[in-house]
């Protein structure tokens, strides 16, 4: 079968579907990914096929959210965090629209993606999957994703639909705009969700269940399958410098915020510097999106680096709370130190905190070298951290996320 898979967003929304993909390619499949033409290169390994989506909306959205720094939740910027991102919905349309392969057999489309490229799909009657990072289906079991931890109530089913509803605003002009290009009557961002519901449109999700089970009160084909791990290419190997400083002392930490811009660069560093002297621990600092750097005898700053590789040789990580990147720490079994910046990232720091990995939440507007220094010498100096990230990585590493996604597309199309 021909099949894409249409993911946008932060590379952290790109990485996981490179590991899908390639299980799909090994499966007999022609598979080719669509995302950001800043991915495409670092994504299309080892014979994986990619297509560059026009055009980069997000980063308007990313540059909105790091002008607005360490500003409380003012009615200007969420007006302007609003605004950045209907653009950005907005900005998905052409590309989609251009990037769909109207002789595929299957679309699987990322959360971001979806509201867009069902409409596609079905346009060219294409069969199409959701296949997310993130529960997005409204439930009783935990409040929904953009928000912190809450118990188990009615009441986190009712923010789940209104949450639902503001998502599906923020795609009203991208819906009008698609129905226009393609010539369609118009039809409801609202309207199209409880078509698909009402359709049992299957979605996949890309998270372990013993991270987060799958909830009794979701309806039919919703999934839970398992982690989708970004591919490993087996020709990577890691500078000599960064094994060097691996070898010459104690398990360092890792510090890094992907996409994410927490501060500026310079002040980031400093805070990082001084907590991990306040903390007596060794470092190894990403430099991400936000140019993160540090130089110190016994800290080293690397860029990309798989996580796969790097975070088993860590102590602990300490990251921005992302998908992905939470995902990768589980995979480990290293306790973690969460910093959330935006979106899910708070709803999976405060998982990290239940699963017992973690000691607490870090939000990014309270980050300081001291609060920072406090939470490593707790996550580093309490081995109960370490066990339960080790036990939990044990179960996860007895799944096969992949291999489900591939053999239900398997029995339902092939």
């Known amino acids: 079968m021909r ?9 952290g929304s790109v990485a996981p579907y490179t590991g899908l993909g390639h299980r799909l390619l090994a499966e007999g499949h022609r598979v080719e990914l669509v995302t950001h033409a800043r991915y495409t290169e670092s994504a299309g390994c080892c014979g994986l096929a990619t297509r560059a989506l026009a055009g980069d909306p997000f980063e308007q959205l990313l540059a909105a959210h790091a002008r607005s720094g360490r500003s409380p939740a003012s009615p200007r ?30 679309l699987l489309l990322s959360t971001l993606a979806a509201p867009i490229g069902a409409v596609v799909a079905a346009y060219h009657r294409i069969p199409s999957a959701g ?42 002009a991208a819906n009008r705009r698609l129905h226009a290009r393609l010539g369609l009557p118009r039809c409801s961002t609202a309207q199209l ?21 799958r909830p009794p009160d979701w309806r039919p084909g919703l999934y839970v399958t398992g982690y989708w791990w970004p591919h490993a290419c087996p020709e990577w190997t890691p500078p000599p410098e960064v094994t060097d400083f ?14 994410m811009m927490p501060r500026a660069a310079e002040e980031l560093g400093d805070i990082v510097l001084r907590a991990l002297r306040r903390a007596g621990l060794r470092g190894v600092v990403q430099s ?56 899910d990232q708070p709803w999976w720091a405060s998982r990290l905190v239940r699963l017992g990995v973690s000691p607490g939440v870090l939000p990014h507007a309270r980050l300081s070298a001291e609060r ?7 996550v580093t100096g309490d081995p109960g951290y370490r066990l339960r990230a080790t036990d939990l990585a044990a179960r996860i590493g007895c799944e096969d996320g992949s291999g489900q996604v591939a053999r239900a597309i398997a029995a339902r199309l092939g």
């Open 372 to 378: 920072l220094a406090a939470a490593l010498r707790r």
């Open 246 to 259: 691996l070898e010459a002392g104690p398990a360092p930490v890792f510090i890094g915020f992907g996409s």
């Open 131 to 172: 296949v997310f990072l993130q529960p997005e289906e409204p439930t009783a079991a935990f409040p929904p994703c953009v928000m912190g931890h809450r118990p188990e109530s009615r009441v986190n089913r009712a923010l789940g639909r209104a949450v639902t509803r503001g998502f599906d605003t923020l795609y009203g």
């Open 77 to 106: 910027r969420l007006y302007d965090m609003g605004h950045a991102s209907r653009n950005a919905a907005a900005g998905l349309v052409d590309g989609i629209i251009d990037a769909v392969d109207d002789k595929a057999d299957v």
């Open 288 to 343: 991400g999106r936000a140019g993160l750097s540090v130089a110190a005898d016994d800290v080293i700053t690397v860029g990309g680096m798989p996580h796969a590789w790097l975070f088993p040789r860590m102590a602990a990580v300490v990251h921005h709370a992302g998908a992905g990147t939470t995902g990768a720490g589980l995979r480990a079994g290293v306790p973690a130190v969460p910093v959330p910046v935006l979106t």
């Open 193 to 213: 969700r409880r078509r698909r519901n009402g359709s049992l449109w299957p979605v996949w999700h890309g998270f372990s269940p013993a991270v987060v089970p």
């Open 3 to 11: 099949i894409q898979i249409i993911t946008v967003g932060t590379y």
